[in-house]
């Protein structure tokens, strides 16, 4: 009986170890890529849902102050890009507390969304959402990743705004 229990404490061996390590890095390492594509789809489809928010934010505060929104894109020549909103005019979203509304800073910025790339198309890079008229300036603005795949945010001249995908069927949204 003593035998026995003394076997029963002895825990594993070396051999056994470095099998289990072993087979844990192969695991591993064919998860690895699954991950890394799944992070960047991720951080693809909150850039887009962020804009997208942004935008209907935009657009609810044009009705709010009964007055002019004007949504500013810009584009710097190494790659950045940044936009922002305030009332009546176009602003700056590169200077600091240059669109605000309600004293709220109203920008997002590259920085925020590493890896992630914004290429508005439209005509003067602004979105105007006019109360009165419930109309906005109609356009696009595709969000990409790094590894090229794209969603687009679409602003109809009659205020909608929705998301797609290009290819079709990107992170379950319809093909544009």
């Given at each position: 009986?003593?035998?026995?229990?003394?076997?029963?404490?002895?825990?594993?061996?070396?051999?056994?170890?470095?099998?289990?390590?072993?087979?844990?890095?192969?695991?591993?390492s064919a998860a690895?890529?699954?991950?890394?594509?799944?992070?960047?789809?991720?951080?693809?489809?909150?850039?887009?849902?962020?804009?997208?928010?942004?935008?209907?934010?935009?657009?609810?505060?044009?009705h709010r102050q009964?007055?002019?929104?004007?949504?500013?894109?810009?584009?710097?020549?190494?790659?950045?890009?940044?936009?922002?909103?305030?009332?009546?005019?176009?602003?700056?979203c590169e200077q600091?507390?240059?669109?605000?509304?309600?004293?709220?800073?109203?920008?997002?910025?590259?920085?925020?969304?590493?890896?992630?790339?914004?290429?508005?198309?439209?005509?003067?890079?602004?979105?105007?959402?006019?109360?009165?008229?419930?109309?906005?300036?109609?356009?696009?603005?595709?969000?990409?990743?790094?590894?090229?795949?794209?969603?687009?945010?679409?602003?109809?001249?009659?205020?909608?705004?929705?998301?797609?995908?290009?290819?079709?069927?990107?992170?379950?949204?319809?093909?544009?």
């Amino acid at each position: 009986m003593r035998q026995r229990d003394r076997r029963a404490g002895r825990g594993i061996t070396l051999v056994e170890c470095l099998v289990g390590l072993a087979v844990l890095a192969i695991l591993l390492s064919a998860a690895l890529p699954a991950y890394t594509g799944w992070r960047e789809s991720t951080r693809l489809r909150g850039a887009a849902d962020r804009l997208h928010s942004d935008l209907r934010l935009a657009q609810s505060e044009a009705h709010r102050q009964l007055s002019n929104v004007v949504v500013s894109f810009r584009r710097t020549a190494d790659g950045r890009w940044c936009y922002g909103w305030r009332l009546e005019t176009s602003c700056d979203c590169e200077q600091l507390q240059h669109c605000v509304i309600d004293g709220a800073e109203r920008v997002v910025r590259s920085d925020d969304w590493p890896g992630i790339d914004l290429a508005p198309g439209i005509a003067g890079n602004t979105l105007i959402f006019n109360p009165r008229r419930s109309t906005v300036t109609a356009g696009n603005i595709t969000v990409m990743g790094a590894s090229g795949d794209q969603l687009r945010v679409v602003v109809s001249g009659i205020g909608r705004i929705r998301q797609c995908a290009p290819s079709g069927g990107l992170l379950g949204l319809p093909k544009c």
